[in-house]
């Protein structure tokens, strides 16, 4: 498969929101006792501009936990191609024992998935899609085969730019 070209996101000019996936309290037993802290896992996006990443933070306090996972999500940013109301074609994303298919919708039907794939599409701006979640339901997992789905999406001129044919002789 053919490395895909990534281009730098300036965040600056979007209008990014976040999704908190889950808050995991962790705890690490030592000789003095137990010390807790806290695990996030954080899904941000712009739907405007289709653009979505993701992240993790780890520490004492959730808000700073969060608020780690936040900066990690915006050094993770990606595009997605959209076509219209829905995704171009159905894809099945694969990570670690978690597999995530993504089918395309008709206009009306909305997002019907559950948890971490549905906050990855909302974040995304794909307004009408069907997923299915199949082996893992680990959020993290889920997550990244989601992400894994939505990257071998490919636009029409990217395509056409690979078959090396007019983007009118496309199907």
Do not use: C, W, Y
Not at 87 to 108: C, D, E, N, T, W
Not at 142 to 149: F, P, S
């Amino acid at each position: 498969m053919p490395t895909k070209s990534v281009k730098k996101i300036d965040i600056g000019s979007l209008n990014l929101k976040e999704h908190v996936i889950s808050i995991n309290r962790v705890t690490k037993v030592v000789k003095g006792g137990k010390n807790m802290s806290f695990a996030a896992l954080i899904v941000i996006g712009d739907p405007q501009a289709k653009v979505v990443g993701f992240g993790t933070g780890k520490a004492r306090e959730v808000p700073s936990a969060i608020k780690k996972g936040m900066e990690a999500a915006k050094r993770n940013l990606r595009r997605v191609n959209v076509f219209e109301h829905t995704i171009m074609h159905a894809v099945l994303g694969r990570f670690g024992s978690g597999q995530v298919l993504l089918k395309p919708a008709s206009p009306g039907t909305g997002v019907i998935a559950g948890g971490p794939v549905r906050a990855v599409m909302q974040a995304a701006g794909v307004p009408n899609v069907l997923t299915k979640s199949i082996g893992s339901h680990n959020p993290h997992n889920v997550i990244r085969a989601t992400l894994d789905a939505l990257d071998q999406l490919r636009d029409k001129h990217e395509v056409s730019d690979m078959r090396g044919i007019p983007v009118e002789k496309l199907g």
